[in-house]
């Protein structure tokens, strides 16, 4: 597999479940992020990894976790979400050269919550 | 924190006919300037991008871009859209030194045959 890959593509969850959303990039990166994306509304920064290390929180509520266990993957931990909180999850890396090396980004994980 | 504003959040054109759409951002310092492209049910591609250099960037599919440093703009344009040219283009900016991209609420076009 090349580029960036995001499973599952789409989730339907109710608010008292517990998911992940996974990311895995194969492009050597050292930078991984996760975007929200609702419709009319510009793509919200999440969470910024760099070299592992978390380097960006956006003012995300708790119930949103996220883990980077090495500078490949990238996971979104959920739990007790609201209704609002369905959108589209997008995650991007980068080479990590500052802002100069562009993102790179999966499909998309479609979430739903009930 | 950086800001991104695009003009039209919807353009509607005939297939051959020119487009450009309009992007401005809010920065006191250099940035680097991006379009990204998304079509239904995909994550967003790299159109272009500008670092340095001139300030006529051109990137596929026919896309180009000018950075007006003064006017704080990044207008995209193409001379001649295609029927597959329908998708949402968003604009994005970034920073020196910072691993932190900023992204305009995004353009959708819709070419017409």
């Known amino acids: 597999e090349t580029g960036v890959t995001q499973t599952p593509r789409h989730l339907v969850m109710g608010m008292t479940n517990k998911k992940s959303l996974k990311c895995e990039q194969h492009?050597?990166?050292?930078?991984m992020y996760w975007y929200k994306q609702s419709a009319k509304k510009p793509l919200e920064l999440m969470f910024v990894?760099?070299?592992?290390?978390?380097?960006e929180n956006n003012s995300v509520p708790s119930r949103f976790s996220p883990e980077c266990p090495n500078s490949s993957h990238l996971f979104l931990h959920l739990h007790t979400l609201q209704p609002e909180d369905s959108a589209l999850y997008l995650c991007a890396s980068s080479p990590g050269q500052g802002g100069a090396g562009e993102l790179f980004f999966g499909e998309g994980s479609r979430l739903t919550v009930l | 924190a950086q800001s991104v504003t695009q003009l039209d959040s919807q353009v509607p054109v005939f297939e051959e006919a020119p487009v450009e759409l309009r992007c401005n951002y809010s920065?006191?310092?250099?940035?680097?300037l991006f379009w990204y492209v998304q079509y239904p049910n995909q994550g967003l591609q790299l159109l272009l991008k500008y670092l340095s250099g001139s300030t006529l960037v051109k990137g596929i599919n026919g896309f180009e871009a000018e950075f007006n440093k003064s006017q704080t703009s990044f207008h995209l344009r193409k001379p001649s859209v295609h029927i597959s040219d329908t998708a949402e283009y968003f604009c994005?900016?970034?920073?020196?030194?910072?691993?932190?991209?900023?992204f305009g609420s995004g353009t959708k076009l819709n070419v017409k045959p």
């Open positions: 990894y760099s070299l592992e290390e978390r380097v």
């Open positions: 492009l050597g990166h050292n930078a």
């Open positions: 920065s006191s310092v250099s940035v680097y």
């Open positions: 994005a900016v970034s920073r020196n030194n910072f691993n932190k991209f900023y």
